[in-house]
């Protein structure tokens, strides 16, 4: 008997509770997440600390803690409880949409054309280097909230539209503030190499990161004004090849930062062979990967972030997931988020995942949950509901947990409830009085 301890939140009567895993698994592979673990006429109790302090069904959480007094209690009849969704990539601080450069897309013209024309990133880094930091904080700000009423609690969050160093820093310190600043929660990733800088030759802009910006870095990490977690490097063609991008993922991680980076996008560039050598978290991309990069990729449990909305978008080849699956890689899942791929929502990015890459629904949302949680880093505290995970959760107005795919689209009037560590910090009042088939 919990006696009249106090807790945070009582979620009751949950028609099913969607763990994903149930024994501290760090990741699933393929037989794992085909078959996902569902409480059904369940309940979670969430403590002051905002984590989780008990799963089960519900005449037992209710025996259990019948006594206790909650801040909040919020029943669940007829509703479905699944783990706060993760977005293993995205690039959502800049400035400039770039909406002309979908209709040249529409009308043809390739991804590296507009790169090679002045357009694509460097027109971002041109509009993101003029912004103040409170302008870019301003519109991070609103992005980071959509992402959250569309069911993301943690995010990976890129610099990389500076590619010098004092932008870098301003866009990283921008992120910085919203990491303490706002419910979301946030993985914060230096991308200096996210394209060569005008002016600069690929080597010299791989001495310029490896001399000046990896060391500032460092010292800003150890003077506790700026905490960066992962470094990213655009390894591709005409951008930074093999070589360069192996000597600034081997300083990254020398200052203690994971290696999660961009590979095997548009050529193949053996990126994944390079991240598995390295002991890469996460490669995303890999459009392109080799059948061997595939081996290497799951013998080295590197996760392999998958980004439908870009092949989508891009009318690339799609990202082979039921291979990887099968080979036994780690595979996750991203919105990709930038002015590119301007998609803020993990559901339609699973929904995605599902037509174009043929997962299944199981599989799509453990790409989401716990194996993009994994990529990050943060499996141990995020990616499921178990106890003494912290409290991220989404309660949807459904009695089956696979709308939030199968409704493409539609999570605006599917999701009831956005919780982090236990708060609401997110309702949707419209759902009370709305259908959700």
Known sequence: MAG?????????????LVLVCGRREPYLRRDGAASLGVLRAASLV???????????????????????????????????????????????????DR????????????????????????FTVEHTRKATEEELFTSFQHRLERMLRAGSTLVECKSGYGLNLETELKMLRVIERAKKSMDIGISSTYCGAHAVPKGKTAAEATDDIINNHLPKLKELKLSGEIHVNNIDVFCEKGVFDLESTRRILQAGKDIGLQINFHGDELHPMKSAELGAEL????????????????????????????????????RLKQPQARKMLEEGVIVAL???????????SMPMVMHLACVNMKMSMNEALAAATINAAYALGKSDTHGSLEVGKQG?????????????????????????????KGKVVYENERCETMSSY
């Open 46 to 96: 969430v403590g002051l600390d905002g984590c989780i302090k008990a799963v089960g069904r519900a005449d037992v959480i209710r025996n259990q803690f019948s006594e206790a007094t909650f801040e909040r209690i919020i029943d669940c009849s007829g509703k479905c409880v699944l783990p706060g969704l993760v977005d293993a990539h995205t690039h959502p601080v800049w400035a400039g």
């Open 334 to 344: 991203g919105s990709d988020f930038n002015p590119n791929a301007y998609c803020f």
């Open 392 to 420: 991220d959760l989404l309660i949807i107005n459904s009695s089956r947990w696979e709308h939030l795919i199968y409704q493409f689209g539609g999570h605006e009037a599917l999701i009831n409830y956005v919780i982090v």
């Open 4 to 16: 009249r301890q106090r807790h945070r939140l009582l979620l009751e009567n949950a028609e099913q």
């Open 279 to 314: 002991g890469a978290r996460a490669i995303s991309h890999l459009e392109e990967v080799t059948d061997e990069g595939i081996v290497a990729m799951a013998r080295a449990k590197c996760a392999a972030v998958l980004l439908p909305t870009t092949a989508y978008m891009l």
């Open 99 to 122: 909406v002309h450069e979908f209709a040249m897309k529409l009308a043809g013209a390739s991804y590296m054309e507009i790169h090679q024309a002045g357009g694509g990133i460097h």
